[in-house]
């Protein structure tokens, strides 16, 4: 028997295979009923016994040479096929599988040639013979046809392939049997993956995928599974596909009709040329493989869009029928590959037919229907947006944003369906970047990716509290958990994305694969395009822009947004906002254009505005109308088509004006409609109140067609319109209402219908959401067809571009779109819910936002997610702490080490989480408080007891002592240390739960908590700068707090320096920062500790601190300086300074510059140039940047209250200058100069202007008491004299300057200050005198002069308050404690105003008296400095002296010669019982100076005295002094000229004791007379001889004058009268 079989069939190949088939069919036939079938096998077995194989034959049976004989061989299958016998059928199908997957069947079937191919009438009876209803016929059935349509030598063309796929629909509809309804949708899913591989390859040898059974049933049949059914199919559909195949020969004649197909072996992958081949080829030259393609998706499209008729509503196989469609059409768009986005072919199939059936199934409300087409969405999503951008734009509101913000009444699958797509599409970066990109920054388009935010906001939070919702609690908690973790994938993927493209550079296309949005398989479909990205795949339709391109885009589309929205409410001012940002024109044409076409517009407010009667919105008006064509519309068409796009105003003028223009429009449209305008006016007025009154359900009698017919008689011109259009036109307004195209009965945001009405989505989106139960669209067919004529027309706008952006600064915007909705809902979800998952996922999300907003420098919403964190750590109040608030602490941690280089300022949020946690851990521990440290030894008795309580906190949990209850009460976060709400107890409870938390807080160890800082080395340059200022401002925070001061960040720093100095670099500045903080501290151990640290800091690694960057050596001297403020111990501010000059040293020695310069020279010290006397000068002034703080902080502690310290720092400050000033530039002498030595004397200049003082409200104003006494000021001049001798050469130029501070110092009213002003400039001149030149003499004469008549403008001032005031007579003065009683009450407020004016006139003459001392004082000055360096002083300096005095001479005459004033003042004195001012003897002084210095002049000096006219000066001046001396006689009072003096009365004693003191002066002048060269005395004697005889005849009270007159007489007047 086994050799009989062996040879059944023959030696060819198909006879091995035939042979046994063909027997098992003649042992199962029948042999009356099926003798034919018999009777052909026999005769095949017999044919078989004769051939043998020929490779090169060409009939549809391999080997087979002749075409006879292979239909002789394929009969008797065709036969038992059609026999309906099943146990005849089986062998066949058995066989016709074995040929087919063997590859011993090769043909090309096409059923159109006539007649039939021998192989079609084979596979007709297989599709056929399925009507028998066996299963096991069935799965036979599916087997084969799945065999045939695998085979690469079969090539089936489309009729054939459709009754191929109509089979298996029949099987999975009709059939009963679970397994094989599974097994025909897995053979069809199967068949289509196989079918496009080919398409995409344009070859039958291609690889594709195997379908996954599993997968199939993930939306629908699931019930169908039979226990081990899926695995049963599963093995089948492998069996076919990978069935191992007897290799072919070489020489074997391909198919003709498939000469130009490539060949491959069947691992061998198709090349991506053919894809772009194809796109370029002429439509008419496409392959039949790509026909046959197209063809079949186009049926599967018209499947899916099969719906139940009127009469059989519920036709549920119809149902199943369209699901399996969409079944297919989704594993094809799974599987496609470029060709789908490259052949402008298979783009239009996409477009019109697959785009088409998903308009018309989003119609249904069955689940599964819904979720196949987000599937499908996916998909088209993921690999087809680039080429489909306006059609995602639509389906992505209607799919997933309708379900999104619907909030209230969501449908729970259906919602968890979007959520689940969602979480599928964020996972793909680059789709949200693709998105934000080609949508929300696109103004025709929709905000996509923002509404989807915002969706998802709005479902973390849940319904608003108080609306009615139908979710379930479980639901709604179910939604908010899903709606956080989206938000987290989107999140993350931004942060991917950003990743990826900083990596490659700031631009470039990703090289990575976008292995999330393709579907998993072991072979890839088509080659390897099937796995690259959608825009890689098809770069021509990509236009890359530029990040700037792309914020203008958005900023424009968001001014038009914000333009609208104040449209809105503000027409006009909406219009002119437009037109001023240039979104649109001014003219009214442009106005109206944007009226009518512009979607987010609020239809009423157009109304409004349109009907307002100023010019521009007339013109406006008038425009908008004029755009209408009603050339041949029906007039109650044309006003429905007019009032589609606003709203008619309520008020009737408003109306009236709209409606005028309407009918002046349409009858310019329609010139012989009516007879005037004024017809069509009257009747549109009519038609809108038939409109009003036939659709308001408030009236209640409608109007009849007979009241509207008579309501119009005789509007035409004074006759009737005809009735029977009346007629019509009522009926037309009644049946159809009049309304606006958005008009619509679903409740919708302003936003949402924005967007629908822009992309003519109102009738569909209310249409599908309306429909509660399967129907066709049937009337709205013409709706559909205009979506689709909207795809067209956007094809060619702006929004048809698809934009890809690789630039990372994208982010940015994204950015501000979203981080307001996830904070929102991380924060709430986090407060709210303690699931481990939801809060798992927000701190997730907060970590990502972290990484993105940080890395993108936005600091602002970084900040915003870093403190919410932090916030939430709960550390400032633990007795509430959680597990999620432990694991907050731990996601900062996280952050910290994640992201420490982009945190910035958000590190001080981070380390006072890690500060608040190390305080709780102590108190934990049971150690002492850092209070105990810094509170003094005091209170050593209550921490030991604290700290013997902490020791057993853990264990008692009733602890009343002050930290812990101040800990446990807690505080709010921005607090700055814990517990800072002091008053009253806490309970046991609260304790316990405390307690409790810092058992939760020991998943966190000291390891953790120490690896932040242990990680702060591996931070860069600026991210360790701001680690540190942080660390030192949440330092100062720790130091400051009231309650509860610490030191741990103080200690960290401390340990930083110490351990890592070398590499703190620009981190000094912190550093002193809070050394700074610490310095100022209230708490003296603070300060001793800080002190320390800084001290250890400039002894040991002083080269350090300037390594970096030369500020910090700024902030050391602040430091230092802040130090010398200590109030604490006089020690730590002495040493301070000790410290500054030690500084100083270091700098002069050149250690700093040495260690910025060591790195590119070996030298240790900078290179000097020599001076003349030997010293050396740096080279450059970049070392002031080092010299002027250090000298700056001196310079201001000079004015410190204490009188040591102030006295140190002028001492330290001057001996440095002294010490080494020699290294300093003459340009950088000045600096020092200016901003450091003469603001040490800024007292000197403020008195000079506070001594301007003089109205009567500041004469008994109070000035703030300088805090220079006069051994401060003494030691200061003394030490500016000393430097400025010592460098003469180099500060030679600020001698002005220097002589004027000094002069400034006789303005002092302190005999002191005045005193050492003396001191120093006689000093400064006698050590200097020779080396002065004559305009450096001018200059400190000058100097003296300006001093002296800068006090006269304020004095006269203050005199003239005299003027002004009344003093009364001594006698008055004391009358008044004599009056009676009636007097005294009438005179009490003239007493009071009299003291007033005495304590005025006090205070004038203690000013006169100071006045009167410093201007004797500037010239006694003047004249030592005179007489001492006479030899030396040129004629323009003697001029400037004779200038002094003569200012100064005439001030006292004039001063003298107010004798109103005197009296005044000498009757305040006398009843004050004060000294009188010396007036007479400043006179007397002054002219005594002059008197000197010009005889002086004269005698020894006479060729000056010529070149000055220094003789007739000097004679005018003792003309003067005789003058004033008889004026005080008071005889040379003017009397008349021929008056007889009978006697002469005697001088009272005022007058002897006035004369007593001029007679000095008189005597001076009269010897200087007569000393005089006697020829200059006769020239001047004629104007001298009156006065002499006056002298002679007047009475004096002193007897040197006589002598003195009568030497003169003889020696001088005598001998000219001699001679005359």
């Not at 349509?149 to 089936?156: E, K, L, Q, W, Y």
Request: proline fraction near 3%.
């Amino acid at each position: 028997m086994s050799s009989g079989s062996q040879t059944l069939g023959g030696q060819s190949r198909c006879g091995w295979l035939l042979g046994p088939s063909l027997d098992k069919i003649i042992k199962n036939a029948a042999w009356r009923k099926h003798s034919h079938i018999v009777t052909a096998c026999k005769s095949a077995l017999d044919k078989l016994e004769t051939l043998a194989d020929d490779p090169s034959s060409s009939t549809p049976l391999y080997g087979v040479s002749s075409l006879s004989d292979a239909e002789s061989l394929i009969l008797p299958l065709i036969l038992a096929i059609d026999s309906s016998s099943s146990k005849v059928v089986e062998p066949a199908l058995d066989c016709s599988y074995r040929l087919f997957s063997l590859r011993l069947i090769r043909c090309e079937i096409d059923p159109s040639e006539q007649p039939s191919s021998l192989i079609f009438r084979l596979i007709d009876s297989i599709c056929k013979c399925g009507s028998l209803g066996e299963e096991v016929v069935e799965l036979s059935i599916l087997k084969t046809l799945l065999s045939a349509v695998r085979s690469s030598t079969v090539f089936i063309r489309a009729d054939c392939l459709n009754q191929i796929v109509k089979t298996c629909y029949n099987i999975y509809l009709g059939g009963v049997n679970g397994t094989n309804q599974i097994c025909a949708k897995s053979v069809l899913a199967q068949m289509m993956a196989i079918i496009f591989a080919r398409v995409e390859g344009d070859s039958l040898l291609v690889s594709f995928k195997t379908v996954s059974v599993t997968e199939l049933l993930e939306f629908n049949d699931r019930n169908l599974n039979e226990g081990s059914s899926i695995q049963f199919v599963q093995n089948m559909i492998n069996e076919v596909v990978f069935t191992n195949v007897v290799e072919v020969s070489q020489n074997a004649n391909p198919l003709a009709e498939l000469q130009d197909a490539k060949s491959a072996t069947a691992n061998e992958k198709a090349d991506s040329s053919d894809a772009e081949s194809a796109e370029k080829a002429d439509l008419s030259s496409y392959s039949k493989i790509r026909d046959d393609g197209v063809l079949v998706f186009k049926n599967l499209c018209k499947l899916s869009m099969k719906f139940s008729s009127q009469e059989q509503p519920d036709d549920q196989i119809l149902l199943r029928g369209k699901m399996l469609s969409l079944e297919l059409l989704k594993v094809i768009m799974e599987n496609g590959g470029p060709l789908w986005r490259t052949n402008e072919r298979f783009l239009n199939v996409i477009k019109q037919f697959l785009c088409l059936s998903l308009l018309k199934n989003s119609a249904l409300s069955v689940m599964s229907v819904f979720q196949l087409l987000c599937s499908i969405f996916q998909s088209l999503l993921s690999k087809y947006r680039s080429v489909l951008k306006s059609e995602i734009g639509i389906f992505f509101p209607m799919l997933i944003l309708r379900v999104l913000e619907n909030v209230l009444q969501p449908s729970f699958i259906q919602k968890m369906t979007i959520l689940n797509l969602l979480d599928k599409i964020s996972e793909d970066s680059q789709i949200m970047i693709d998105v934000f990109v080609n949508y929300d920054c696109d103004v025709d388009s929709p905000n996509i990716f923002e509404r989807t935010v915002n969706g998802l906001l709005k479902t973390a939070l849940g319904p608003p509290p108080g609306s009615t919702t139908s979710l379930s609690p479980v639901h709604d908690l179910t939604f908010r958990l899903e709606s956080v973790k989206c938000l987290v994938i989107i999140i993350k993927s931004m942060g991917v994305w950003m990743d990826q493209q900083l990596r490659i550079g700031e631009f470039g296309v990703r090289n990575t694969s976008d292995n999330d949005s393709v579907v998993e398989c072991n072979t890839s479909l088509g080659g390897d395009e099937g796995s690259l990205p959608d825009f890689e795949l098809h770069q021509e339709a990509i236009s890359d822009h530029s990040t700037a391109t792309l914020e203008q885009r958005r900023a424009y589309k968001l001014e038009l947004q914000k333009g609208i929205s104040l449209f809105n409410r503000k027409p006009s001012k909406g219009i002119e906002f437009l037109i001023s940002n240039k979104k649109i024109d001014g003219t009214p044409e442009a106005v109206a254009l944007f009226l009518k076409n512009t979607s987010g517009l609020n239809e009423t407010v157009i109304g409004d505005y349109l009907g307002e009667r100023d010019d521009f919105s007339l013109k406006v008006m008038h425009a908008y109308v004029d755009s209408f064509n009603f050339d041949g519309r029906d007039f109650g068409e044309a006003i429905r088509f007019f009032l589609r796009g606003f709203r008619l105003p309520g008020e009737a003028q408003k109306i009236d004006r709209i409606m005028e223009k309407f009918a002046e429009r349409y009858c310019k449209c329609n010139p012989n409609s009516f007879t005037s305008a004024d017809t069509a006016y009257v009747l549109a007025y009519s038609v809108i109140m038939l409109n009003t009154d036939a659709h308001n359900s408030m009236v209640k009698d409608k109007m009849s067609k007979a009241d509207f017919i008579r309501n119009n008689r005789g509007i035409d011109d004074g006759k009737d319109l005809p009735e029977e259009y009346l007629g019509a036109l009522y009926d037309q307004i009644v049946k159809n209402e009049i309304k606006m195209k958005a008009d619509t009965s679903v409740p919708q945001s302003k936003q949402t219908n924005s967007v629908n009405r822009l992309l003519g989505l109102d009738g569909i989106l209310n249409l599908v959401w309306k429909q509660t139960e399967e129907k066709p669209l049937g009337a709205n067919g013409a709706l559909i067809r205009h979506i689709q004529d909207q795809f067209k027309a956007k094809a060619g706008k702006s929004e048809s571009t698809y934009y890809a952006v690789a630039d990372a600064a994208i982010l940015r915007f994204m950015v501000e779109v979203c981080w307001g909705p996830m904070l929102a809902a991380f924060s709430v979800t986090l407060d709210q819910s303690d699931d481990k998952a939801a809060t798992n996922h927000c701190l997730q999300g907060f970590r990502h936002a972290v990484h993105v907003t940080a890395v993108m420098g936005m600091q602002t919403q970084r900040d915003a997610f870093v403190t919410t964190v932090a916030k939430f750590t709960y550390l400032h109040c633990a007795a509430d702490m959680k597990q999620k608030n432990v694991d907050a602490v731990k996601a900062t941690i996280a952050i910290a080490i994640e992201d420490g280089n982009y945190l910035q300022d958000a590190w001080e949020h981070i380390l006072t989480t890690l500060s608040r946690f190390e305080h709780l851990q102590l108190l934990g521990e049971g150690a002492p408080s850092d209070a105990s440290f810094l509170s003094g030894s005091n209170i050593e008795t209550e921490d030991k007891s604290v700290r013997s309580s902490f020791t057993s906190l853990k264990k008692k949990g009733t602890l009343q002592n002050p930290i812990v209850m101040a800990v446990v009460r807690g505080s709010s976060y921005d607090s700055t240390s814990l517990g800072v709400n002091t008053s009253g107890l806490v309970t046991p409870e609260q304790i316990n739960s405390f307690i409790s938390n810092l058992n939760l807080l020991e998943q966190i160890g000291n390891f953790e908590l120490n690896h932040i800082f242990a990680h702060s080395q591996r931070l860069n340059s600026e991210a360790i700068v701001a680690f540190v200022k942080a660390l030192c401002k949440v330092s100062m925070s720790e130091l400051q707090s009231p309650t509860d001061p610490r030191v741990f960040s103080l200690t960290k720093i401390v340990e930083m320096i110490l351990s890592r100095v070398d590499n703190v670099k620009s981190g000094w500045k912190s550093v002193f920062m809070a050394l700074t903080a610490a310095a100022a501290d209230e708490r003296k151990n603070i300060v001793l500790l800080a002190f320390e640290t800084m001290e250890k800091i400039v002894r040991e690694y002083f080269p350090y601190i300037t390594e970096t960057e030369t500020v910090t050596f700024t902030d050391c001297v602040r430091c230092l300086i802040t130090f010398t403020n200590s109030r604490f111990n006089s020690d730590v501010s002495l040493n301070a300074i000790a410290f500054l000059r030690f500084c100083a040293v270091k700098l002069a020695e050149g250690g700093l510059i040495c260690s910025r310069e060591n790195a590119d020279d070996d030298s240790s010290i900078q290179v000097k140039e020599a001076t003349a006397d030997g010293h050396t000068l740096m080279d450059k002034d970049e070392n002031a940047s080092y010299w002027i703080p250090l000298l700056s902080g001196l310079s201001s502690l000079t004015s410190d209250p204490r009188l040591a310290i102030r006295k140190s720092a002028l001492e330290v400050l001057f001996n440095i200058l002294k010490d080494h000033g020699h290294l300093f530039s003459h340009s950088f002498w000045i600096t020092v100069i200016n901003s450091v030595i003469f603001p040490v004397f800024k007292f000197v200049r403020d008195k000079k202007e506070n001594n301007d003082q003089s109205s009567p409200a500041s004469i008994f104003s109070h000035p703030e008491p300088s805090t220079w006494d006069s051994e401060t000021s003494s030691v200061a001049t003394r030490c500016l004299i000393d430097l400025f001798v010592n460098f003469f050469p180099v500060m030679r130029a600020q001698l002005t300057e220097v002589v004027s501070l000094l002069a400034g110092l006789f303005r002092n009213p302190s005999q002191g200050s005045a005193s050492t002003g003396v001191s120093a400039l006689m000093h400064l001149v006698g050590d200097l005198g020779c080396m002065l030149t004559e305009d450096e003499w001018s200059c400190i004469f000058l100097s003296l002069k300006e001093t002296s008549a800068s006090m006269l403008p304020g004095f006269l001032k203050l005199i003239r308050i005299m003027d002004r005031i009344d003093v009364p007579n001594v006698a008055q003065s004391y009358s008044y404690s004599y009056d009676d009683g009636e007097t005294l009450s009438n005179n009490g407020t003239t007493e009071n105003y009299e003291d007033d004016n005495l304590q005025t006139a006090g205070y004038i003459v203690s000013r006169m008296k100071t006045h009167i001392s410093m201007q004797l004082l500037i010239m006694q000055v003047t004249t030592d400095l005179y007489n001492m360096h006479q030899d030396l002083l040129k004629a323009s300096s003697v001029k400037i002296v004779l200038e002094i005095f003569s200012q100064t001479m005439s001030h006292a005459h004039q001063l003298s010669s107010e004798m109103g004033l005197h009296l005044k003042l000498q009757r305040a004195c006398s009843i004050l019982e004060i000294s009188d001012p010396p007036v007479v003897h400043f006179e007397n002084e002054s002219y005594q100076n002059i008197l000197n210095l010009l005889h002086h002049l004269l005698t020894s000096n006479p060729s000056l005295s010529d070149e000055m006219g220094i003789e007739a000066r000097l004679f005018l001046i003792c003309e003067e002094i005789i003058e004033i001396y008889l004026k005080c006689s008071r005889l040379e009072e003017g009397k008349p000229e021929k008056a007889v003096v009978h006697w002469i009365l005697p001088l009272n004693s005022g007058v002897k004791e006035e004369l007593g003191a001029r007679t000095s002066l008189l005597v001076s002048a009269l010897r200087v007379l007569s000393e005089v060269d006697k020829d200059c005395f006769r020239k001047y004697a004629s104007r001298l001889f009156p006065l002499l005889v006056e002298l002679v005849r007047c009475e004096h009270s002193s007897r040197e004058v006589q002598p003195v007159l009568s030497n003169l007489f003889q020696t001088c007047v005598g001998p000219i009268i001699i001679k005359v």
